[in-house]
């Protein structure tokens, strides 16, 4: 929400994953006009390592552990592999030694499907590996923009209930 809030209401969710979906249309527009420019094998291998390295072993360690608990490293790689960061140090390194081409549009295009259609961020450490309803955030977003809030620090919108304001246990 703001960098004293690291969460976001559902509706900053909406735009924030409607802003990729923006970037997605145009990197699908681009490689469509570009198709036949397009050198298929890198197009591939550069779309599926991000996952073959960064999202592929940690979703094999998660599911195969009795206890859903796996160690740090799936989630680092996991968030270095799909790090704008990263990919655009991939890009640059790509077009420094073999030029510009249209397959590296397969780049924007995973990591803009990932966070606008599927609605992959960054994992962080406190949280299971794959997506699992916690408790704890329910409650906070229920305090926070559920139904029954009363007022709000803006003009037309609910001020959250005096029960958010109490730590969420």
């Known amino acids: 929400m703001d960098q004293v809030n690291a969460f976001e209401s559902p509706t900053t969710t909406r735009l924030h ?10 990197s699908l527009v681009l490689f469509a006009a570009h198709i036949g ?3 298929w094998l890198p197009a591939v291998l550069l779309f599926v390592y991000i996952d073959l ?3 592929i072993p940690g979703a094999i360690a998660y599911r195969r552990s009795p206890t859903k608990q796996i160690p740090k490293g799936f989630y680092v790689a996991y968030n270095t592999m799909h790090s704008l960061i990263t990919q655009a140090a991939v890009v640059g390194l790509w077009m420094w030694v073999s030029g510009p081409e ?12 990932d ?5 992959n961020f960054m994992k962080p450490f406190a949280l299971p590996f794959e997506p699992v309803p916690n408790e704890q955030f329910a409650r906070l977003s ?9 007022g709000s620090p803006a003009v037309g919108v609910r001020e959250p209930s005096a029960a958010a304001a109490e730590p969420v246990r």
């Open 17 to 26: 994953r409607g802003e990729y979906l923006v970037g997605l249309g145009v």
């Open 37 to 39: 420019e397009v050198r």
């Open 53 to 55: 390295i960064g999202y």
């Open 102 to 113: 249209w397959a590296l549009l397969v780049i924007p295009i995973h990591l803009c499907a």
């Open 115 to 119: 966070r606008g259609v599927f609605g």
């Open 142 to 150: 229920q305090q926070l923009f559920g139904t029954g809030a009363t």
